[in-house]
């Protein structure tokens, strides 16, 4: 098992990734090309894995980091994926995942 502190750093690096990915493509685009949109899945799933991870190492986290919704989106994508939604696959990464990033490499520098 990981070190909380790579799980988190593994966090912050997907989202980087995942915002990254979606950067100047809009919705219709990014909803048309396979493989933007199966990395930014790929990317979520991370996340959500390096959160539940830290979840069974015990490890705390601040409020504003919405745990349940990170892990739940990784779960539809890994068990439920029919129900995956372009549009909110696009949103997290355009939207959330660039916020996360930031929280987390701030969390980091607090920690160290």
């Given at each position: 098992m990981l070190e909380?502190?790579?799980?988190v750093a593994d966090a912050r690096d997907y989202a980087?990734?995942?915002a990254r990915f979606a950067v100047g493509v809009e919705p219709e685009v990014f909803a048309a090309d396979e493989m933007r949109?199966?990395?930014?899945c790929i990317c979520i799933i991370v996340i959500g894995?390096?959160?539940s991870q830290l979840g069974q190492q015990k490890?705390?986290?601040p409020d504003d980091i919405p745990i349940?919704?990170?892990?739940?989106?990784?779960?539809i994508l890994v068990h439920s994926y029919w129900l995956t939604d372009?549009?909110?696959v696009y949103n997290v990464a355009r939207v959330y995942a660039p916020i996360l990033a930031d929280r987390l490499d701030h969390l980091i520098r607090e920690v160290s």
């Open positions: 909380p502190a790579q799980l980087r990734r995942a949109m199966a990395a930014v894995e390096a959160f490890v705390v986290f349940p919704q990170i892990k739940g989106m990784r779960n372009d549009r909110i």
